[in-house]
């Protein structure tokens, strides 16, 4: 099956920025396509973002449109996710998932792997 390790996080003030990782080990050539995911005590999983296989599309909620950023190496076996403008409302553990088609979801039914998560703490 697919590993996913996710790195990256920590405590950021308010504005700044953050560059999470997912580094994908196993069977991680098959056309999968990656997303991220994040989840506040108390409330439901989240989507943030997704991208194709390929990298040449990619998806967000308004809630981190024009903050938030997804990029994949498919040669490293690496998804990123660039966070700028970070607001104390984005404080959430964040997860990277990966799903067995080459188009993204937004759904997380949709994903059958995931990452162990990385805590993400933005301060006022």
């Known amino acids: 099956q697919v590993q996913l390790v996710e790195s990256g996080g920590g405590l950021v003030q308010a504005g700044g920025s953050l560059r999470l990782s997912c580094a994908a080990s196993?069977?991680?050539?098959?056309?999968?396509?990656m997303g991220w995911f994040r989840q506040a005590p108390g409330k439901e999983r989240e989507f943030v973002a997704a991208i194709t296989w390929s990298g040449g599309s990619t998806n967000y909620p308004d809630s981190v449109k024009g903050r938030f950023a997804i990029s994949r190496d498919n040669a490293k076996n690496t998804v990123y996710l660039q966070m700028n403008i970070l607001k104390p409302e984005d404080t959430a553990i964040y997860y990277c998932a990966a799903r067995t088609s080459t188009y993204y979801s937004s759904n997380s039914y949709d994903y059958a792997y995931w990452g162990q998560g990385t805590q993400v703490t933005v301060s006022s």
């Open positions: 196993g069977r991680t050539r098959s056309g999968y396509a």
